[in-house]
């Protein structure tokens, strides 16, 4: 779920915008403080949402020769037509970007043209340690990246980029027709057609205005050439996948995502008005239980959500939203039963199980705190560049007298975030409690090791 308090399912990481239009991260989680210079720039999580996207792109994944299971999705919370990638395996796309897709075809092929920067490695080796960096700061290098591009000292910290990667950097000519290919290869070998990727780039091009000079911050530093669109183009005229149209369940999934972004981020009167009581599809029934949640008018979110559990009862985001309702309007111990709901359907959810350790720490019983370091050390596999599943632990471990490895945790946190100083002296710590010749002590003396190469 999309919050704006607590993190809970959708997590957000809340960002402040420069005047340049650069992403520069604030501090903390769950809510990050946002200053906003001309727009928005959240981190959102969601397990619906990103799952979805996963399906929809996993066949182009897999012909690239990527494990679908290990390629990232996030969402940047910002209109513009952007995405890039960075730290490894990571694709960000702006909500602009998935909120403007007229069919998913047009989505599968910018995912298509991030996957060639993937496949072909485009990403600085000198900065491998990157790909197992926190969210946070990963956002946080290529804000660094994209100033020094803007200041023109040409200091390279992460190569992020992709169709939109905008203001983060620019990446060579041969390097963008390499994706442009690969993207090509790709949506050929599903047998996907490429007029989704031809009209996003039109798009973006009709941006530019008559006098050569784009608007568009990403087009000023690596221009959408005519070259390229022809490309594109020739592909289309050329190709025998060109009309092939998109499947119905991937019509399906795009117009859920959709659905849901909207009702997270636009005003709920603009929800509702969009989808009134008259439409009594699965969607627009979800986008009102998220409106009404929002205002918020429980007596009307809560009937609604178990309106569509009763009626959906295998669908675990449905009982994920009724836990947030219940968790972030003081109702802990009422949130837990449809969070382990959630979990219990959808039992491969790091997020869902991030959220319902939370509501075991925050129910204050010494046995669910137990679970709730059960389910973080297993979610940590999954979600380690997460530092709330640090923090959380942190927390867990020192309520359940574990100080060592709290310790520990607060170590995991630090190295995420680069903090070289904290993850050493949080090492430290952890090595000063913990039994020495235990799995967790030699933990400690790895993250001290990894710590020494953090600059």
């Known amino acids: 779920m999309i919050t704006r308090a607590r993190g809970r399912g959708l997590f957000r990481s809340r960002l402040r915008r420069a005047a340049v239009g650069l992403l520069v991260l604030a501090a903390l989680w ?14 959102l999580r969601d397990t619906e ?40 395996q990571a694709i960000f796309l702006n909500t602009g970007l998935i909120e403007r897709a007229q069919y998913p075809n047009m989505l599968i092929g910018v995912i298509a043209h991030e996957t060639g920067h993937i496949a072909g490695g485009h990403v600085l080796r000198s900065l491998e340690a990157m790909k197992n960096a926190s969210i946070e700061t990963i956002i946080a290098s290529v804000i660094a990246l994209g100033a020094s591009v803007a200041g023109g000292n040409g200091a390279p910290m992460l190569a992020a980029q992709g169709m939109g990667a905008r203001a983060y950097m620019s990446f060579s000519v041969a390097q963008e027709a390499t994706a442009d290919h690969a993207a090509m290869t790709y949506l050929d070998r599903t047998g996907q057609s490429a007029r989704g990727l031809l009209k996003f780039f039109e798009i973006l091009q009709a ?13 000023r530093t690596h221009p959408l050439t005519s070259a390229r669109i022809d490309y594109i183009r020739h592909h289309v005229e050329t190709s025998r996948f060109s009309d ?12 859920t995502v959709q659905v849901k972004l909207h009702a997270f981020l636009d005003d709920p009167s603009a929800t509702l008005g969009a989808y009134p009581e008259s439409d009594q599809s699965p969607d627009a029934r979800y986008a009102r239980a998220i409106a009404w949640y929002r205002i918020p008018k429980l ?10 559990i009763r009626d959906f009862p295998r669908n675990p985001y449905y009982e994920e939203l ?22 219990k359907l959808a039992p491969d959810a790091a997020l869902i199980r991030i959220a319902l350790s939370q509501v075991y720490i925050e129910s204050g019983n010494p046995a669910l705190n137990k679970r709730a370091i059960a389910y973080l050390e297993d979610a940590s596999r999954e979600e380690g560049r997460e530092g709330v599943v640090w923090r959380l632990l942190a927390t867990a ?3 359940d007298n574990q100080f060592g490895m709290a310790a520990l945790a607060l170590a995991e946190e630090a190295l995420a975030d680069q903090k070289k100083k904290d993850a050493q002296q949080q090492a430290q710590r952890a090595k000063q409690i913990l039994p020495k010749g235990s799995a967790a002590y030699a933990r400690a003396e790895e993250i001290q090791r990894e710590a020494k190469d953090l600059d």
């Open 49 to 88: 949402i990103e799952k979805d996207i996963k399906t929809i792109a996993a066949p182009i994944w897999r012909v690239a020769g990527l494990d679908p299971n290990g390629v990232g999705i996030y969402l940047v919370n910002d209109p513009a037509l952007n995405s890039f990638v960075a730290g490894g």
């Open 322 to 343: 009724k836990g947030q309702m219940l968790f972030e309007n003081g109702r802990v111990r009422e949130a837990i039963a449809p969070y382990e709901a959630a979990v």
């Open 244 to 255: 092939v149209p998109d499947s119905p369940q991937s019509i399906a999934l795009l117009k």
């Open 299 to 308: 007596d009307k979110a809560l009937p609604a959500v178990d309106a569509l």
């Open 397 to 399: 471990y020192g309520r």
């Open 30 to 43: 769950p809510r990050l403080a946002l200053c906003d210079v001309g727009g928005t720039g959240d981190i």
């Open 207 to 219: 941006d530019e205005p008559l006098s050569g000079e784009p608007t568009d911050p990403w087009a």
